[in-house]
């Protein structure tokens, strides 16, 4: 092949400008993991250490490394150095003479370099200039401050000096409401020399018009042709060569055309196999291949329904696939760290496998982060797992300048052509919140941010938001993609109008609950078309509060703690729900613990409310997966990849096949939520224990029908009926669904908070078998166990269940095993449930 890379990975140093000692650096890197790797500066995520860098922002960092060339490799035609991401200021030098400048992390770059280059050792040297001194300077000539509620510009010793909006850099970097400021600088990601002669293969749009019987697909490769010799591109699948054909010296685009009949579809985990075919398209002078370009892509045909109901009143928003419209199950999905080169690919795998685990179909990119690594994007489409994907814009408002608008379109054209062909992207979205924040034309709308500036000034900022996110953006999307859909912003009611909660079109986030201060009981009542954020915050689990804090700062009000509390109303708002529903321990691991389950409890019942929506509801994604340092959020895994009482929780209510048990002041209601139809008939029971195991009520029957996208009321009686005199602080509904002897649901349903039932003392037992490496624990109770929380003190495990209720002489089994290949201990485990946090005694 005529085309070489070479990877600039090794002998890299760096230092601050103004300082003489060069030190070891890596590349892909930060200056704060380099200089962590200097023993400079201690871990930013320890404690209050975040307070002690902030300078690290404010200086001028220089990288350098040397690589030789011999005369053969200099004679290639082109070379060029192609920095997948430098984030961000960064003023590149080869052999000293400048070749360069760069000004957006979210950018590839390429410089031709050919002439700058000799024989023998040559010099790389990339000056990185402080994004805090650039964005000082932007703010200054821009005359006056853009919206920013997220930019802690005050941690940052910056006074209320918001920069964040004018670098085109990561906005979470600056602080967010569950995110540390800490502003990095660095070659994120690889640095090669890239070195062709005449021709190349520059990329590949891939076209389809995909159903059940055939694919007709077309490939649209761009060359960098720059010799006159007679070309031939050659496409293959899985294999196999479906087009081939010469091309003309001039040409820079080529098309090709082929059909694949009873095409394997891709389709989301939910609804079937999300296959993969390999392509390839290669470049020949007569016998010699020169290039080729490889990815998997799905076959597929996705599409945004918007239908106006009968009613004329609102509008659907629903994703069909292959035809199929499919309930959206999934959350939002934020940077793993803010050190973005040290996420590792199992994090990653790690991230996405727990995605699909907890049943989910959809992850939404949010817009305060990154365009993420190409394997986030692989995985989700070898997991079936559709990406909703942002621009990088979030809760501001930016500036319109020429340059910065043309910064932004190439960004857009960068990752859009990057991200394109994966088989997940289902969506692109301009930007998070900032339609329904400035809320154009609605005096009374919005947060507040119009009325601070003058008439002329709010001219000037919707303006400009009109042209990035109205002209530029969806004009990207439309000329370098096979016809993707996109939406302006999340949330938006569609046709221009602002989302609210009570809007019958678009997509909507609602924090009622939470910011709102609404019952958790309002997640019934506030239900959009596409819920595409909602949430509820809780603590990393004791044994990750462990890895951050000394035994003095167990107290959630404690300096360190609530430094790891990024939410201004977080420890309130979680104190408020949990006195509503639980006893609140005193115990600081308790409280944690509790923590979790009013996190979990809260979201599944919002998710079961969706669910109970169908179709009129087509999508619910929460506020959010993961976090990027350990802290209190509202995410499901912590920092350590730690999955939270909520993942469980959402791998439960997210089956395709649902049990929605339901009570209020009269009737007991049982429904069916499904994703799917099941045609043959099914069983159901439904009984009423108490927490001693006692029967009191049994009913069975069976379902002839269960519909896909749909809820069907199974069941319902009275009260009255169902309970007689009895007890209602000590009992349960315990309900099941079987099809063909096999379980696909069970749900437990008590009728009061858990503050007011009164849990036994229950007589528990284990047992421990290994398993190779792993360990099966089988737990098993003479009464009800509410909440039963395995404590693994070793890092990386899985278990099949945690947090779970266990019923009167029931058994379950437990498999806990290790994503690194470690014996698991049974020594290392200790257990919890919530009866034991609880002093007072229900009367
Ligand atoms: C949502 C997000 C984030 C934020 C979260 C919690 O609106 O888009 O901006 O972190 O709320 O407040």
């Known amino acids: 092949m005529n085309k070489q890379t070479i990877t600039l990975a090794e002998n890299w140093q760096f230092k601050q400008v103004t300082e003489a000692e060069w030190m070891k650096a890596e590349v892909p890197g930060t200056v704060h993991t380099d200089l962590m790797l200097n023993g400079k500066i201690d871990d930013p995520y320890y404690r209050m250490n975040e307070r002690s860098v902030q300078w690290v922002d404010k200086e001028d960092w220089v990288y350098k490394t040397s690589f030789k060339i011999d005369a053969s490799t200099l004679k290639h035609q082109h070379i060029q150095l192609h920095f997948d991401g430098i984030d961000t200021y960064g003023s590149i030098y080869?052999?000293?003479?400048?070749?360069?400048?760069?000004?957006?992390?979210?950018?590839?770059?390429?410089?031709?370099?050919?002439?700058y280059l000799v024989e023998g050792e040559n010099t790389l040297k990339v000056v990185l200039e402080s994004p805090i001194q650039e964005g000082l300077k932007a703010l200054d000539k821009h005359g006056y401050a853009l919206p920013a509620i997220n930019d802690q510009s005050e941690i940052g010793e910056l006074g209320d000096k918001q920069v964040s909006i004018f670098t085109r850099k990561a906005g979470y970097h600056y602080g967010w409401d569950w995110g540390p400021r800490l502003v990095t600088s660095g070659i994120w990601r690889e640095v090669t020399l890239q070195m062709w002669d005449n021709n190349k293969i520059d990329n590949v749009l891939v076209q389809q018009n995909t159903n059940q019987d055939k694919a007709e697909v077309t490939l649209v490769t761009e060359l960098d042709q720059s010799s006159n010799q007679p070309l031939r591109l050659v496409a293959k699948l899985d294999g196999k060569v479906v087009d081939q054909r010469e091309v003309e010296t001039s040409i820079k685009s080529v098309q090709q055309h082929f059909t694949i009949n009873n095409p394997k579809l891709w389709w989301t985990a939910n609804l079937g196999e999300p296959y993969l075919y390999q392509l390839e398209v290669e470049l020949y002078n007569g016998q010699n291949l020169l290039d080729v370009h490889q990815e998997r892509i799905g076959l597929r045909d996705i599409k945004i329904v918007q239908k106006p109901d009968e009613d004329g009143k609102g509008k659907s928003f629903y994703f069909e696939v292959n035809g199929r419209p499919v309930f959206v199950k999934g959350a939002n999905y934020i940077p793993n760290d803010l050190f973005l080169p040290r996420v590792s690919d199992s994090t990653y795998h790690h991230m996405i496998q727990s995605t699909l685990d907890?049943?989910?179909?959809?992850?939404?990119?949010?817009?305060?982060?990154?365009?993420?690594?190409?394997?986030?994007?692989?995985?989700?489409?070898?997991?079936?797992?559709?990406?909703?994907?942002?621009?990088?814009?979030?809760?501001?408002?930016?500036?319109?300048?020429?340059?910065?608008?043309?910064?932004?379109?190439?960004?857009?054209v960068d990752n859009v052509k990057r991200l394109r062909n994966h088989a997940s992207i289902a969506i692109w979205?301009?930007?998070?919140?900032?339609?329904?924040?400035?809320?154009?034309?609605?005096?009374?709308?919005?947060?507040?941010?119009?009325?601070?500036?003058?008439?002329?000034?709010?001219?000037?900022?919707?303006?400009?938001?009109?042209?990035?996110?109205?002209?530029?953006?969806?004009?990207?999307?439309?000329?370098?993609?096979d016809n993707q859909f996109?939406?302006?912003?999340?949330?938006?009611?569609?046709?221009?109008?602002?989302?609210?909660?009570?809007?019958?079109s678009g997509d909507m986030h609602y924090w009622g609950v939470w910011h709102g201060e609404h019952p958790f009981s309002d997640f019934r009542k506030y239900i959009g078309r596409f819920m595409s954020e909602y949430g509820f915050q809780s603590f990393p689990e004791f044994k990750s509060v462990k890895k951050y804090t000394i035994p003095e700062d167990y107290d959630i009000e404690s300096e360190v703690m609530a430094s790891h509390q990024r939410s201004g109303i977080g420890n309130l708002r979680i104190k408020k729900y949990m006195e509503d529903q639980y006893q609140v321990p005193a115990d600081f691991e308790d409280f944690l613990y509790v923590g979790q389950l009013l996190q979990a409890e809260s979201i599944?019942?919002?998710?079961?409310?969706?669910?109970?929506?169908?179709?009129?509801?087509?999508?619910?994604?929460?506020?959010?997966?993961?976090?990027?340092?350990?802290?209190?959020?509202?995410?499901?895994?912590?920092?350590?990849?730690?999955?939270?009482?909520?993942?469980?929780?959402?791998?439960?209510?997210?089956?395709?096949?649902?049990?929605?048990?339901?009570?209020?002041?009269?009737?007991?209601?049982?429904?069916?939520?499904?994703?799917?139809?099941?045609?043959?008939?099914?069983?159901?029971?439904?009984?009423?224990?108490?927490?001693?195991?006692?029967?009191?009520?049994?009913?069975?029957?069976?379902?002839?029908?269960?519909?896909?996208?749909?809820?069907?009321?199974?069941?319902t009686t009275t009260l009255r009926e169902a309970l007689k005199e009895k007890d209602k602080n000590g009992i349960l509904v315990v309900t099941t669904l079987k099809n063909g002897g096999v379980l696909i649901d069970t749900d437990y349903h008590y009728f009061v908070m858990q503050k007011e039932l009164k849990l036994p003392q229950p007589?528990?037992?284990?047992?421990?078998?290994?398993?190779?490496?792993?360990?099966?624990?089988?737990?098993?109770?003479?009464?009800?166990?509410?909440?039963?929380?395995?404590?693994?003190?070793?890092?990386?495990?899985?278990?099949?269940?945690?947090?779970?209720?266990l019923l009167p002489n029931q058994k379950m089994e437990v498999l806990i095993s290790s994503r690194v290949n470690e014996k698991i201990s049974k020594n290392n485990l200790e257990f919890k449930h919530l009866q034991q946090t609880m002093t007072e005694l229900v009367k």
């Open 94 to 115: 080869l052999n000293n003479q400048k070749v360069g400048r760069t000004d957006n992390m979210f950018r590839e770059w390429d410089f031709d370099i050919k002439s």
């Open 358 to 412: 907890a049943n989910m179909n959809m992850l939404r990119v949010w817009g305060g982060g990154i365009y993420e690594n190409d394997i986030f994007y692989d995985l989700c489409d070898e997991k079936g797992i559709l990406v909703w994907q942002d621009f990088m814009f979030a809760c501001s408002m930016y500036p319109g300048d020429k340059a910065f608008l043309e910064n932004v379109k190439q960004e857009a």
């Open 429 to 481: 979205c301009g930007n998070n919140e900032m339609e329904m924040a400035w809320a154009p034309g609605e005096e009374k709308m919005g947060w507040g941010w119009k009325q601070q500036y003058t008439v002329a000034q709010r001219a000037e900022i919707w303006g400009d938001y009109e042209k990035v996110f109205h002209e530029i953006l969806p004009d990207v999307v439309k000329d370098y993609t």
């Open 486 to 504: 996109y939406w302006r912003s999340s949330p938006t009611g569609g046709d221009g109008e602002v989302a609210h909660y009570e809007h019958r």
């Open 604 to 715: 599944y019942a919002a998710i079961q409310a969706h669910r109970e929506k169908m179709p009129y509801c087509m999508g619910s994604l929460y506020w959010q997966l993961n976090d990027c340092w350990p802290v209190a959020s509202w995410s499901s895994m912590d920092y350590y990849g730690e999955w939270k009482a909520l993942q469980y929780f959402a791998k439960e209510v997210n089956k395709n096949t649902s049990l929605i048990v339901n009570h209020d002041e009269k009737n007991l209601s049982v429904k069916i939520a499904s994703d799917v139809a099941v045609q043959s008939v099914s069983d159901l029971t439904v009984k009423l224990i108490d927490f001693k195991g006692n029967e009191l009520f049994d009913f069975s029957k069976t379902v002839e029908e269960i519909k896909e996208n749909n809820t069907t009321e199974v069941f």
């Open 763 to 805: 007589q528990l037992e284990y047992t421990f078998e290994e398993k190779g490496n792993d360990l099966l624990v089988t737990v098993s109770t003479d009464k009800l166990v509410k909440n039963l929380f395995i404590e693994v003190n070793q890092d990386n495990v899985d278990l099949t269940n945690n947090y779970f209720d």
